[in-house]
């Protein structure tokens, strides 16, 4: 079935450095992959979404670019803010059904 | 209505009592999950519930018992649990497989 793989973290940047956090999946066809974004405390947000190669989903400044040739699918952002702080998840189905299943996670810390 | 709610947010109970966690939507998604999240770890799919019928049991212990009373409402019957099922309890639902999920706040439970 289909699996993506995420970066290790914990991840510590400054405020206003460049992120980038790693995923690749393996998958017949062509899933729709996702970043979800979770909050301490809290349950997890849909942060963006692609759903065929070359597309590029954004929001909150956030990016991602949905790349066949390299099955990757890797999480950006230009300036992080403390408020970005959180544990990221990237997804993609797994099977015919609606399986959603999720990497391990890259939990981000942002400091002053 | 763009929300899944879940009750309670927070649950504690002891080996031999019966509680039950909650969900509701009302976006007219027609697929409902369970998921388990353990502390510093992705989210775990226990139960699917496809137009109201249980589609996918990850192989969950019988201690867990779901149940769909209709397209908006899915619940989650605790019986007998042990202390390594304390976590956080997240519902979630969808229209298809394009759009992704769309995630409860969860419920943090605590088996004493």
């Known amino acids: 079935g289909n699996s993506v793989t995420q970066m290790e973290g914990p991840v510590t940047l400054s405020e206003e450095a460049f992120l980038t956090i790693n995923c690749t999946y393996t998958a017949t066809g062509y899933p729709s992959l996702f970043w979800y974004v979770q909050y301490p405390g809290e349950g997890l947000q849909l942060l963006l979404k692609a759903t065929k190669a070359d597309d590029k989903g954004s929001n909150k400044g956030f990016e991602a670019t949905y790349r066949k040739e390299t099955t990757s699918f890797h999480l950006e952002k230009g300036s992080v803010q403390v408020s970005d702080s959180a544990v990221y998840f990237c997804a993609s189905f797994t099977g015919g059904g609606n399986k959603l299943t999720f990497g391990t996670g890259t939990q981000l810390k942002v400091e002053l | 209505d763009t929300e899944v709610t879940q009750t309670p947010k927070h649950l504690v109970m002891g080996m031999t009592n019966k509680k039950s966690l909650k969900c509701e939507q009302h976006m007219g998604h027609r697929a409902m999950y369970w998921y388990k999240q353990k502390a510093k770890k992705p989210p775990e799919l226990m139960f699917v519930?496809?137009?109201?019928?249980?589609?996918i049991n990850e192989s969950v212990p019988s201690r867990f018992s779901p149940e769909c009373p209709n397209s908006s409402l899915l619940n989650l019957h605790l019986h007998a649990l042990q202390p390594e099922d304390s976590a956080l309890y997240l519902c979630?639902?969808?229209?298809?497989?394009?759009?992704?999920?769309?995630f409860g706040s969860g419920t943090r439970l605590t088996v004493v």
């Open positions: 519930y496809s137009y109201e019928k249980l589609s």
């Open positions: 979630a639902s969808s229209h298809d497989r394009v759009g992704g999920y769309t």
